[in-house]
């Protein structure tokens, strides 16, 4: 069997990138750096599929794996943040021995079925795609393999409403809207226009930094309540105290302001 | 059986012919689409800058060349001088992978879009069309999935929150919008019978899919304006929430490639809508009958093509000029619960149709307007629009229903008079304003009596 020139070329350009991205995702530190590696070696097997004629398969392979189930992965990593440091724990007593007894007998399964497989005389892509690439898998899915296909599918639709049924919670009252926040806020009858915004200053703004009340004491509602439990909350005394420097510099401080500073000097 | 097989048969495969097409003239015509994409994107951003300009009553960039032509080629070089700046937090291969993906992958769907008709080039007879394949329409699904990963990575990699959310809402947006793009366009596959951009515009050579699949169309206009992060769906870059989205801490030439790819992905999702809808490279209906054809086809086709492209990218610009940012919570509303739903309804009626004109519903046929239906298909359409009443009559009535207990609870609410305390106050929940008739006549303008007291007031 020959293979041409173009496509040799690509197989020792896009298989090298397929291998480095399995090896990523097996050795990187970062758990997003691992997600991306598999999503490459995803994509590059989906163009291996479209350079040996399966284009609907390579095209799905793509479409469904990287781009659709390889990107919850990612999701899920980037918002819980999992670290390699987490997955060296060992939560049940036993577990890796019984992991890797499992593997290896999986392996030894597979392996005894693969090697038994009789392969009957090929019948060349000509033939396979005779009324077109797509027509021939439909054939195949929805007349050949109907019943595995449609069992298949059944199965998956369990596991994901059961995944479904074990994540959710029954609300016991209803959800409040924006429109019920602020009812009951003006009923209450305070923080009626919402709590106060955190400090924005003359040469600085940040959220971890309190507003000022009128009469120069922080705002302490202006606060993240997560912030102040992480005790992440700035100090206004600097950045007034600079504000008052640059007032006094351009002749603009009030005369209160004044007459302190007056009694500091003397 | 027989039937479906001889049907497939014909239609699987693309009917452009790359035959006569050697490899250089495949490298020079990448080459050509790679620089229409980028003149193109060039032209729209003035475009874009003019036309909203023209919507707001104000010129718009008119300095820079004629016209303000050369505006964007100033602002790309300035663009380009610009320091780039990579923050501490970042993580350093991704924050420079990802602005690469997001630009690249813009281009590649463009190979399957048919811009023309079969033309001579450089001696060889050959499509104006990269390349087809059985399953062209889905590689740009599939090329829009990868593409993804740009934006996900560019948020993460930032170490920055703006970003990181940013990019998680961009990516949700663009993945649930996917879904209902591939339904819509299932209609079109099914009409067609086949997923090859060039049999798809050849199919339409009696009737635009815009007509029968015209569900389709507004649902992909509707998924396309939310799958190229654009007004009014712009949430990944929301400014008043998220400052810039997931381009936050991105500047420079970095910067430029995602403005880059935004603008090409928005040509690529048009050109798509083109094809599939508007015939393509097709003659308008009026034009196509001139001379037997001859403003049909070939290098012509080129034209219609950039036309109906440019009107897409009209219609971009348009609702940048007149719609508002929507919440985040209606627009994914929008997409789970209104659009994927219907779409799924939409598609099984097309299937219905589309069986009843194969035939595989019966074969007798009624002459109706000097073409013949299949007696099955009328059928099909009269139960479907007669479905279609009742879920209107239904839900006319629970409408009315509610707008009464509305009402009702209304009628329950206090009466208040706003001017009791001399000054006009609002009803606080429970009450209800009584308006006095009076504050309806004193809104009138009043008859001028004394000319000195306007005078005063200018």
Redesign the interface.
Known sequence: MTVGGAESALFWIAGPLAVAGALALLFARKAVHAAVGMATAMIVLGIFYIAQQAEFLGVIQIFVYSGAVMMLFLFVIMLIGVDSSDSLVETIRGQRWAGLLLAAGLAAITIAGIGKAAFGTPRGLAEANKDGNVSGAARLIFGDYVWAFEATSALLITAALGAMLLAHRERLTPKATQADWSRERIRSGENVAGLPAPGVYARHNAVDTPALLPDGSPAELSISRVLRARGQVGTTGALTQVTQEIEHEVGDESDEQATTRKDDDA | MSTL?AL??T???PVADFGDTP?WLSLVKALLVFVFLLINTLLVIWFERRVIGRMQQRPGPNRAGPFGLLQTLADGVKLALKEDIVPKAA?K??FWAAPAIAGAMAFVSFAIIPMGGTVWMFGHKTPLQLTD???AT??V??V???G??GI??A??SSGSTYP?LG??RS??QV?SY?IAMGLALVAVFLYAGS?STSQIVFAQNDLWYIVPAFFSFVVYVITMVGETNRLPFDLAEGEGELTGGFHTEYSSLKFAMFFLGEYVNMFTVSALATTLFLGGPAAPPGIAAIGDGMLNGGWWGLLWFVVKLWLFMFFFVWLRGSLPRVRYDQFMRLGWKVLIPTTLVWVVMVAFIRAAELGFLGDSKVSLLGRDFPRATLFIIACIALAVLVAAWFYDNHQVKRRAELEEARAMDEEIDPFAGGHPVPP??GQRLVEPPLALSAARPAPVTDSGSEENRG
Do not use: C, K, Q, R
């Open positions: 097989a497939a048969a239609t699987d495969n490899w993580d291969i991704m394949t059985p399953i889905l590689l699904l599939a829009a999935g990868v993804v990963y996900v990575l948020g993460w990181l990019g998680l990516s949700a993945i996917e997923m606080l929940p």
